[in-house]
C-alpha cells in the first residue's frame, strides 16, 4: 500500500535513498500536481479575468473552481469564499492589516469591536513567527495590545487561572489568531475554550492552519472560524501560493490591502473604488499555473484523507515508542492530540549538528528555532531538531531515524 503511495511521487526514484521527514517544511508533490502546473505553463499559459476570448475564459473558470475548492475544503460557513495570496504568511500580513485598520467597517459582524475599552490581540507562545509579526507591525501605532497564552515546557497551552477574565477587565480581545496544530511539536491544540470565548465575546476568531490542513481539516471546520489562514505548498502544492479563507460579507467590509490592476471598479486622478472581496484583495496577476496545481493538490488531499489519518496514527504510535526508548527528549509527547511531527533534542548535541550528521546518513529532518522564537524559549531550549512526517513515510523511516540518532549519540560519545 505504501509502495502505491510513493509511486504516485516522483522525488522517490529521483532520489533513491533518502528518507525524507521535513514535510512540515513543505509536502512533496505528487505526479498530478505537477501535471496541472505543466499543464497551465506548456497548454493554457494565458492570463486570467481580462481576456475576453474563450481560452482566457477559461482558465479564469478553473482558477474559480479551485478558489471554490479551497474555501470548501477548510470551511462549511455559507458565503465563505477565499482570497488568493501568497501563502499563510502573505494571508496574516493582509488580515493584521485589514482588522486593526479604522477603514474596515466590521462592528455589525463582531460586536468587540463597538467597546470603547482598549483593543487588544490574543495570539500563544506556540505561534509560527508568521502569525506574530504582522500584528506586531500594526498593533502599537493602531492602538492594540497584544496578549499571549502561556506554553508549557512541553509546548501545551498553560494559561494561568481566569486568564481571559483578567484580561477582559482591562482590554477587549478584538482579535484571537492561533495555529491549530504546532509545527514544532505537532501538538493539536484544544482551540474550543477561544472559540466560545470568541462566540461570546464578539472577537474574529482566525485559525493557523499551515499545519492542520492536512493533518486535522475535520476539526478546523468543527471549530468555524471567522478567517483560515493555510499554504498550498504543505498539502501537496507549489510554493507561492494559498488563501485567506473568510465569508464573503465580512471581507466586503474589510479595508483593501494591496492596490493595483484587478482590484479596482474605477480609477480616476483623485480616487479609486474596488471591486467587492475577494477580487478587492487580489492587487496584480495571480500565480495562475500554480493555482492549477492548488486545485489537483485539494483533490489528492481529499481522496487521501483517510489514508493520510491511518497513517499519522499508526506512525505516530510507532515513533512515540522508538523515539521514547532512543534516550533523547522528545517535546509534546504529553499532549492529548498530536500528529507524527516530532522535535527532538540529543542531550549535549546542537540541533544543527544533530540534522548534519542525519544528512550525512541520507535523512533529511529541519534543525533550528522553526520560525517559533517564544516556542523555543518556553521548551528551554535555543534549537531542536524536527522530524516530521507524511503519508508517504514507513515505519522503515521511523526505524531508520532511529539508527540515525544512534549513530550521532555514537560519534558524540552520548
Ligand atoms: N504557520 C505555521 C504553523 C507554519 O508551519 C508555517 C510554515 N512553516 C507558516 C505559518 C508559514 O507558512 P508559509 O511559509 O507557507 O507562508
Redesign the pocket.
Known amino acids: 500500500m505504501q509502495k502505491d503511495i510513493r509511486a504516485g511521487f516522483p522525488f522517490f526514484p529521483a532520489n533513491p535513498g533518502i528518507v525524507y521527514l521535513d514535510s ?2 513543505t509536502s512533496l508533490k505528487p505526479q498530478g500536481v505537477i501535471d496541472a502546473l505543466t499543464k497551465y505553463n506548456a497548454r493554457e499559459s494565458v492570463n486570467i479575468h481580462r481576456g475576453v476570448y474563450r481560452l482566457s475564459q477559461r482558465a479564469t473558470d478553473t482558477v474559480e473552481t479551485v478558489r471554490k475548492k479551497a474555501a470548501e475544503f477548510v470551511s462549511d460557513a455559507a458565503e465563505s469564499t477565499a482570497v488568493f495570496t ?5 494571508s496574516f500580513n493582509l488580515l493584521a492589516h485589514t482588522l486593526t485598520s479604522a477603514k474596515s467597517d466590521i462592528k455589525d459582524f463582531f460586536p468587540a469591536y463597538t467597546s470603547a475599552k482598549p483593543a487588544a490581540i490574543l495570539l500563544s507562545d506556540s505561534e ?1 513567527h ?2 506574530i509579526v504582522p500584528w506586531q507591525i500594526f498593533a502599537a501605532e493602531r492602538g492594540y495590545k497584544i496578549f499571549f497564552i502561556p506554553v508549557d515546557g512541553d509546548g501545551n497551552f498553560a494559561p494561568p487561572e481566569n486568564f481571559l477574565e483578567d484580561i477582559s477587565a482591562s482590554h477587549t480581545v478584538r482579535i484571537i489568531s492561533l ?1 491549530l ?3 514544532v511539536t505537532g501538538i493539536i491544540h484544544d482551540l474550543a475554550p477561544y472559540r466560545t470565548f470568541a462566540a461570546e465575546t464578539g472577537a474574529v476568531f482566525i485559525i ?1 492552519a ?2 492542520a490542513v492536512i493533518h486535522a481539516p475535520e476539526t478546523i471546520k468543527a471549530l468555524n472560524p471567522d478567517f483560515v489562514c493555510y ?1 498550498a ?2 498539502l501537496f502544492g507549489a510554493t507561492g501560493v ?1 488563501v485567506l479563507v473568510g465569508r464573503k460579507p465580512v471581507l466586503d467590509n474589510c479595508d483593501v490591502y494591496q492596490g493595483g490592476g484587478g482590484m479596482i471598479a474605477l480609477v480616476e486622478r483623485e480616487k479609486s473604488t474596488y471591486l467587492e472581496a475577494p477580487a478587492k484583495f487580489e492587487a496584480g496577476t495571480q500565480a495562475v499555473g500554480e493555482i492549477y496545481a492548488f486545485g489537483a493538490a485539494l483533490d489528492f488531499a481529499g481522496e487521501n484523507q483517510s489514508a493520510i489519518h491511518s497513517t499519522d496514527n499508526d506512525l505516530r504510535h510507532y515513533a512515540d515508542e522508538r523515539l521514547q526508548a532512543a534516550g533523547i527528549r522528545v517535546f509534546g509527547l504529553s499532549a492529548k492530540s498530536r500528529s507524527p511531527i516530532y522535535s527532538f533534542e540529543i542531550p549535549g548535541v546542537h540541533a544543527h549538528d544533530t540534522g548534519t550528521l542525519l544528512d550525512e546518513q541520507d535523512i533529511c529532518v529541519r534543525a533550528g528555532h ?2 517559533c522564537q517564544l516556542l523555543m524559549r518556553s521548551l528551554g531550549v535555543p534549537a531542536t531538531a524536527r522530524a516530521s512526517f507524511l503519508f508517504y513515510n514507513t515505519r522503515d523511516d521511523v526505524d531508520r531515524l532511529i539508527d540515525g540518532i544512534g549513530y550521532v549519540k555514537k560519534i558524540f560519545r552520548k
Open positions: 512540515a517544511a501568497k501563502g499563510t504568511t502573505d509560527h508568521a502569525n495555529s496544530q504546532s509545527n493557523d499551515a499545519q499554504s505548498h504543505k494559498g522553526h520560525c
